[in-house]
């Protein structure tokens, strides 16, 4: 599962705070709830191994992303049941009867938030700012999304496909590049590195019904190449958008 302690979300909305308000791991229930029973143990075992197995065969995940998963699988078969449990209970207490409980807000994602400063890309608007807070219609996408391409493109080709650079600007990307051939393969293909080198992506994006997140159900690649088009395209002109920085 990818985790991460800091990452970016985009609020789609009027009210920023009110979205993000249900996430909140802060928020106390007044009785603990059950996360997980006991006597489930065998069951919930037998499904994280098939919930794995139905990622590692889906075909959206990297070679390298497979050999991860399938890590985890066999680490989960060759536990008991009632180990399984415990780790996976490792979080929430445990009550009389054994099972997992808590009185934290399950739905939460976030222990603190603020405005985007710190790590996070800003808007940059059709007026030339750099903003945190945006409406779609006034943020200029075209240099926010697939921006240099060409830039990125070029680097691969030199440092990955051997050619040789010509002009000056190639032979300093060149310079500055020739010896990360390691960093190069960690996306595999081509696409992918110029995808996640200009997408305009965020690990997590909420609204008023929903809050969605990068996790172990999808490659990385996958969402960073379809985060823009999924998540920010359909969406009205009008639409308040707001970059966050949230501490898990």
Known sequence: MIERNFFETIVAGENPASIMQPYNKNILLE???????????????????????GLIYSGNFTDDEVENLKETRDEIMHVSAEDFFYDLAGEYDIDDDGNAVTNKNLNGKYSFYQNGKLFSVPFI???????FQARKKDVDWAKMHL??????????????GKKQPKTDEEKIIYENMRNRVEYF????????????STAFWAYAFVDENKWTELDETTSQFEWVK??????????DDNTLLTILECKK
């Open 125 to 131: 608007t059709l007026d030339g700012r750099e903003v």
């Open 147 to 160: 921006n240099g391409k060409k830039v990125y493109e070029n680097a691969w080709d030199m440092v990955m």
């Open 226 to 235: 379809n985060f823009y088009d999924r998540f920010i395209k359909p969406l």
């Open 185 to 196: 393969r960690l996306f595999e293909t081509k696409d992918n590195y110029v995808m996640q």
């Open 31 to 53: 009785k603990p709830v059950i996360v997980y029973k006991f006597e489930d143990a065998e069951f919930l075992k037998a499904k994280h191994i098939e919930f794995y197995n």
